[in-house]
């Protein structure tokens, strides 16, 4: 299944981050991927306001994992980016399909993790504020998550 949205400005990306919020349950595993700038993060920030989280949700590139517990379950916000070329088995999989939701930048560097269902999301951008978000997967549970989002 794949369903391809469009973005005309940052608040759509943030209301569709929200939907996917009120969709998502405890031990989804979401990826995504885009360019520099593209939206990921903007993207998580609606996720993050639909489960009620104050902190503010940043690139968690110099961090490779972010956890927020303040909101209705956990988030968990990993950028796999500076995995490229280390040792990548410090125990990421204790949050991907863990006990919140986990939401991976880069997830080419740690693909060896992700044999596992997931929501597969690609952002590319068409121009000035235009995104093209495309919502993939094959497992039945996120099939279901994609045909509710609006
Ligand atoms: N339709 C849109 N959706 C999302 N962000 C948009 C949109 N239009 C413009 N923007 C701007 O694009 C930028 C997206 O930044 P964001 O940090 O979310 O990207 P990113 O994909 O996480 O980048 P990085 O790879 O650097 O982490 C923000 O400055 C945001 O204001
Ligand atoms: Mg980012």
Redesign the pocket.
Known sequence: MKKVIT????L??INLGKSLGSILSIGDVVTLT?????????LVSGVAKSLKIKDTIQ?P?FNILKCYFDGKIPLYHIDAYRLEEVNKDIGLEEYIEGNGVAFI?WPIFIKELLNIPHLEIE?KNKGN???EIILKSNDKHYVEIIRRLK
Request: hydrophobic letters at 15%; a neutral charge; charged letters at 35%.
């Open positions: 973005s005309n400005n940052k759509d990306t885009g360019d520099l700038g593209a939206g990921k993060t903007t690139s590139t930048e952002i504020d235009k995104r």
